[in-house]
C-alpha cells in the first residue's frame, strides 16, 4: 500500500500520496513575468528616468518576494515582438498570471495586446515610469485594455506592486466551479 508522505512544491511542503490525499494539495500559482524591449539595458538606460537599478536586481527582488509569498516565476526579457507573442501564446495553461512590461511595444503593439487576449490569462501590466506624465505617444497602452490593472510610475518598486496585485487578483478572484 502506497504510503502518504509529504513532498516540496516550491518550497512549500505538502502532502503527496494516493489520490485520496492528494486532493489536499496546494496548488502553486506560477507566474510568468515578461520585460519587453530595451529593459536589458536597466541600470545604464536613461538613468535620470528609469534610475540606475539593473534588470537582473528587479528580477532578483521580485523572486524573493515570490518565494515569501508561495508563489513560482518565470522571468524572461526579449527586445523581439514576436518572441514575446510566442512567450504569451505557450503560457496557455502553464501559468495563471502573467505580470508585463511590454516598454516601447505597449504603445504600438497590436499583436502583443491580441496575444494577451488570446490566452485570457489575468494579466497585470508594470512600468517604472508614469506613462502618463511623459510625451502624448506614451499615454495610451494597447495593453492596459486586456489587463486587469496597470502600476506605472513608481520605479523598480512597479514591479513588486504588480507581482502582489496579480497574486491578490488569483488569490481573491471568484473559483469556477
Ligand atoms: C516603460 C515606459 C515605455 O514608454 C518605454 O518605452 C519603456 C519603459 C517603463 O517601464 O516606464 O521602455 O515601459
Do not use: C, W
Not at 494539495?25 to 536589458?40: C, E, Q, T, Y
Not at 527582488?61 to 501564446?89: F, R, Y
Not at 506613462?131 to 502624448?136: F, L, N, S
Amino acid at each position: 500500500m502506497a504510503a502518504a508522505g509529504f513532498g516540496g512544491i516550491g518550497g512549500t511542503t505538502v502532502p503527496h500520496g494516493p489520490p485520496q490525499i492528494e486532493r489536499y494539495r496546494k496548488a502553486v500559482d506560477r507566474i510568468l513575468v515578461l520585460h519587453g524591449p530595451n529593459l536589458n539595458l536597466l541600470g545604464t538606460r536613461e538613468t535620470s528616468v528609469y534610475g540606475t537599478i539593473a534588470l537582473s536586481e528587479i528580477d532578483r527582488q521580485l523572486k524573493i518576494l515570490a518565494e515569501k509569498e508561495g508563489v513560482e516565476l518565470t522571468i524572461e526579457q526579449s527586445n523581439s515582438e514576436g518572441e514575446l507573442v510566442n512567450l504569451i501564446q505557450k503560457a496557455s495553461g502553464r501559468y495563471q498570471a502573467l505580470l508585463i512590461n511590454p516598454a516601447a511595444y505597449t504603445h504600438t503593439s497590436i499583436a502583443l495586446r491580441d496575444a494577451v487576449a488570446s490566452v485570457g490569462l489575468p494579466t497585470v501590466e508594470v512600468h517604472l515610469s508614469n506613462i502618463y506624465q511623459r510625451e502624448a505617444f506614451r499615454r495610451h497602452s494597447y495593453i492596459a485594455e486586456v489587463s486587469v490593472g496597470q502600476v506605472s510610475g513608481f520605479g523598480a518598486y512597479s514591479y513588486q506592486l504588480g507581482l502582489l496585485a496579480a497574486i491578490h487578483h488569483l488569490r481573491t478572484k471568484p473559483q469556477k466551479t
